[in-house]
């Protein structure tokens, strides 16, 4: 019996710190394919490339240059956006994952937030005409209860 509940504690404990973050992933990399390093460096998000691919924490990102590929290995949590690469603006207000238009970005804080965007709704203005520091407390717990939720 000893044997038994030991064996089950090892297996929970495993079981939960196994459990990897939900990445919003709809185009099979985190922001859509976007080079989350650019989004720092070249003040503007630039699409990755197919040659310069990285997995890192169970998912997948692209970079436009092999430099920038080196950069996001050297601090990959510095690069990363935040809640996963979903709508920061769903996260905080709604708690919920909502996907991205990789262009609809602020870098606030030193962290990437990303937004969804359509022509008719840009969740970027209604983050940056609320009470952004509300928000990103908000957003940060509630992500704590999301982030290993799959969408």
Same mark, same amino acid.
């Given at each position: 019996m000893k044997q038994f509940i030991t064996l089950l504690f090892i297996g929970i404990t495993t079981?939960? !710190? %196994? +459990? +990897?973050? &939900? /990445?919003?992933? =709809?185009? *099979? !990399? @985190?922001?859509? *394919? /976007? &080079? @989350? @390093? %650019? /989004?720092?460096?070249? =003040?503007?998000?630039?699409? *990755?490339k197919k040659k310069f691919q990285y997995s890192f924490d169970g998912t997948k990102f692209k970079f436009s240059s092999?430099?920038?590929l080196e950069l996001f290995k050297a601090n990959p949590k510095k690069y990363i956006p935040q809640y996963g690469g979903y709508c920061a603006y769903a996260v905080a207000a709604k708690?919920?994952?909502m996907y991205i238009d990789a262009e609809a970005y602020e870098i606030r804080d030193g962290k990437l937030y990303l937004f969804y965007s359509s022509w008719i709704n840009n969740k970027l203005d209604d983050w940056q005409e609320g009470n952004t520091k509300q928000l990103q407390k908000k957003g940060d717990k509630n992500w704590e209860q999301l982030k290993h939720k799959k969408n």
């Open positions: 079981t939960i !710190f %196994s +459990q +990897q973050i &939900d /990445y919003n992933t =709809k185009k *099979g !990399f @985190v922001a859509e *394919g /976007y &080079d @989350v @390093v %650019s /989004y720092f460096t070249n =003040k503007k998000p630039l699409e *990755g092999a430099k920038n708690k919920t994952k």
